[in-house]
T-cell receptor, first 114, second 113 residues
Framework: SAVISQKPSRDICQRGTSLTIQCQVD?????MFWYRQQPGQSLTLIAT?????????ESGFVIDKFPISRPNLTFSTLTVSNMSPEDSSIYLC???????????FGPGTRLTVL | GEDVEQSLFLSVREGDSSVINCTYT??????LYWYKQEPGAGLQLLTY?????DMKQDQRLTVLLNKKDKHLSLRIADTQTGDSAIYFC?????????????FGKGTHLIIQP
């Protein structure tokens, strides 16, 4: 399976600020995704990070709030902009595995907004 | 739209088998997954099954799929205290791994001594 790292692992931020989360994979992958897991909840797909083009966002998520970069096949960033306490969540990146049907997750970034 | 349903809690005695159930609504689902999340940890892919299969076994884990009823189950044999976690069922559509997953709310597996 791919080895996925995320930075930071956790952060506490003030309302109105922005945080950029990094996701690094140890091998080239075609598909990368960003998910949100709100406290005590399941995971919700935010967007698909496309290499060389704009991310594809799911219903309820917009680029202005969650801009995503995907400069190459091993790296992506998710920015949570103009944060409010409702953005407090764990943010996870995932990648498609070698087999194609597998999806592996990074360790997550635990964000608390005060 | 897509929807994945799971019971929120399951309590079993150590050494017994655990059966975690899941139902889904998307008939075009190609793969169905089981993930494990321990407290404070990330998601671990346990196993997955292709929609044209009805069973998959991997050591203590057995996945059963009833495509007609859109029902998926995960059986854990000889449940141990280390199996205590939240188990998420997830499905993906016709794009396979090229699409994001839709998750259930997760089943908390509680092990009684």
């Amino acid at each position: 399976s791919a080895v996925i790292s995320q930075k930071p692992s956790r952060d506490i931020c003030q309302r109105g600020t922005s945080l950029t989360i990094q996701c690094q994979v140890d091998s080239q992958v075609t598909m990368m995704f960003w998910y949100r897991q709100q406290p005590g909840q399941s995971l919700t797909l935010i967007a698909t990070a496309n290499q060389g083009s704009e991310a594809t966002y799911e219903s309820g998520f917009v680029i202005d709030k969650f801009p995503i970069s995907r400069p190459n096949l091993t790296f992506s960033t998710l920015t949570v902009s103009n944060m409010s306490p409702e953005d407090s969540s764990i943010y996870l990146c995932s990648v498609e595995g070698m087999v194609g049907s597998e999806q592996f997750f990074g360790p997550g970034t635990r964000l608390t907004v005060l | 739209g897509e929807d994945v349903e799971q019971s929120l809690f399951l309590s079993v005695r150590e050494g017994d088998s655990s059966v975690i159930n899941c139902t889904y609504t998307d008939s075009s689902s190609t793969y169905l997954y089981w993930y494990k999340q321990e407290p404070g940890a990330g998601l671990q892919l346990l196993t997955y099954i292709f929609s044209n299969m009805d069973m998959k076994q991997d050591q203590r884990l057995t996945v059963l799929l009833n495509k007609k009823d859109k029902h998926l189950s995960l059986r854990i044999a000889d449940t141990q205290t280390g199996d205590s976690a939240i188990y998420f069922c997830a499905e993906v559509g016709s794009g396979g791994g090229a699409d994001g997953l839709t998750f259930g709310k997760g089943t908390h597996l509680i092990i009684q001594p």
